[in-house]
């Protein structure tokens, strides 16, 4: 790999907490979003306009939100639980995005490759040197797409606050539900949550 993306990786390990082979692709797919936006310097205010939604939940995430400095905290980070190694990246200034995916069957493909590699010991190593290095076209398919946010979901100050008639709890950003014009938090209108009060 080179100089530049290992420099990246070890960023990305830092933050993760382990190299994997989950890791240099999140990464791969990080180099191309932003490169494809035109972006260099995603930290900076380059970055203040990017948000990314990201299809997984898996280890591919903590690469992009390493390397582009977006987080779900700030609202720049957009988990979309498809079960997909994949994330669009967009400029919120403009309606283009590009949604980077990861091919189907090139885990299998690296792992040939890896195998003619030399000098690796560890079978590992070997797989991600691969992963790193292969033509970005066998790894990853791009395409440009168009992606709408609502001003609820953008980046920046909390547009409305609302109390929960039924848990007093407070909803911010428009996440309410209105039930015959009362107004609820989503799981006291459905009736159901993620949780059970025990
Ligand atoms: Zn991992
Ligand atoms: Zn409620």
């Known amino acids: 790999m080179t100089e530049d993306f290992k420099i990246l990786l070890d960023e990305a390990e830092r933050f993760h907490g382990h190299l994997c082979a989950g890791l240099v692709i999140g990464a791969r797919m990080a180099v191309a979003g932003l490169r494809e936006l035109g972006i260099r310097e995603p930290k ?67 792992e040939l490759m890896a195998k003619g590699l030399g000098g690796f010991n560890d079978q590992r190593i070997a797989l991600h040197e691969a992963l790193a290095s292969m033509p970005e076209e066998q790894l990853l398919a791009l ?36 039930v015959d014009g009362d107004v609820f938090c989503r799981p006291c209108a459905l009736g159901r949550s993620y949780y059970e009060e025990i």
Request: glycine residues 10%; hydrophobic residues 35%; proline residues 4%.
């Open 44 to 110: 900076g205010r380059e970055g203040m306009n990017l948000v990314i939604w990201v299809e997984i939940d898996r280890c591919p995430v903590d690469a992009i939100i390493a390397l582009t400095g977006r987080t779900p905290g700030r609202r720049s980070i957009k988990m979309i639980d498809y079960g997909k190694q994949a994330a669009t990246f967009v400029d919120t200034r403009t309606p283009d995005a590009v949604r980077v995916s990861v091919r189907t069957g090139c885990l299998e493909k690296a």
């Open 143 to 178: 395409s440009r797409v168009s992606v709408t946010i609502g001003a609820q979901d953008l980046p920046g100050e909390t547009l409305a606050t609302t109390i929960c008639q039924k848990c007093g709890e407070t909803v911010k950003d428009g996440r309410q539900a209105v």
